[in-house]
């Protein structure tokens, strides 16, 4: 696509949408989120599939993912998530810079189906859901911050 490609290089964008982050990370509020609690995670460093990254980025990688995955499951009051990457186009991904997707999951969500319509159901989510406004985006955030900081002992034990 046109000026989408690195949407995640830009520090505007990333400053309005981010919850989160550490030396190598942000955590971020998807723009457009399939279910409450939709988070992503991107390297600070334009980086665009997991064999670039460096060895910190390689070290911190899992520690990141399970705190964010923390924040998202206390934000969705949930216990059970979806952990997604899709590297390259054919698998559907959409902004050429590596992030993961972490999708908390509940009992009867509104997409309690075979994890094929999900994926379908999810993909078309991608490309043509509906953006939060700027006000939906910043309580998301804000409520996504506020978490981390009364957690940040639990955060840090996953460090």
């Known amino acids: 696509g ?25 955590a971020i509020y998807n723009l457009r989120p399939f279910l409450p ?10 980086v665009e599939d997991m064999t670039g990254l460096n060895q910190g980025e390689r070290e911190d990688l899992v520690s990141f993912l399970n705190r964010v995955i923390f924040i998202a499951l206390k934000f969705a009051e949930a216990d059970s998530y979806d952990l997604i990457l899709q590297q390259g186009e054919i698998a559907g991904r959409s902004i050429a810079h590596l992030h993961f997707h972490i999708i908390p999951r509940k009992e009867g969500d509104k997409v309690n189906q075979s994890k094929k319509e999900w994926l379908y159901e999810f993909n078309k989510n991608e490309f043509y859901g509906r953006n939060l406004t700027e006000s939906e985006m910043s309580t998301a955030v804000n409520k996504a911050k506020s978490i981390a900081k009364v957690y940040d002992s639990e955060l840090r034990a996953l460090m």
């Open 2 to 26: 046109g000026g989408m490609e690195v949407v995640f290089c830009d520090k505007e964008t990333i400053e309005s949408e981010k919850f989160y982050e550490d030396e190598h990370y942000y």
């Open 37 to 46: 609690g939709h988070s992503l995670v991107v390297p600070k460093r334009h």
